[in-house]
């Protein structure tokens, strides 16, 4: 290989590997700094900044995966530059783009991007905000 394209090889790997991480954050929110995500408090908050700020304008990893009463949920890292937050997303088992993460309980995809993840905001009869997943387009590890 010529010195000139291995420079621009390593060039490239690097690039790649930067543009994948995911930045650092911190919120000045007080409800998002004292509130766990699960409360009601914070999903309502959540919400509303998502709303305000706009789902496509936001940048998603995965973070976690629960069960909770027999339901599956991820837990996602939501980020861009006025917003530093998790949100707790509930997945359906029979959906296809999800059934083998599920299957893994997100294992291997932690810390991934999620490219252009939708998800529902639904209000119950009591209040209670919950975010429903719809779909993304692809993963990137």
């Not at 993840?117 to 387009?137: A, C, M, N, P, W």
Request: glycine share 2%; net charge neutral; proline share 3%.
């Amino acid at each position: 290989m010529k010195p000139i394209s291995f420079k621009i090889l390593a060039v490239c790997i690097l690039l790649s590997i930067i543009s994948c991480e995911r930045p650092k954050c911190q919120t000045t929110n007080p409800i998002f700094q004292s509130m766990d995500i699960s409360s009601s408090h914070y999903k309502k908050e959540l919400a509303n900044e998502i709303k305000k700020i706009g789902m496509n304008n936001l940048r998603y990893w995965l973070a976690d995966y629960f069960e909770d009463n027999q339901e599956h949920y991820f837990v996602f890292y939501a980020q861009n530059e006025s917003l530093c937050a998790q949100v707790v997303i509930k997945a359906d088992i029979d959906n296809p783009k999800l059934k083998q993460l599920i299957k893994n309980k997100g294992k291997g995809r932690f810390n991934a991007e999620f490219k252009n993840l939708k998800f529902e905001i639904t209000t119950d009869d009591s209040g209670d905000t919950e975010f429903v997943y719809i779909s993304h387009d692809r993963i990137i590890d």
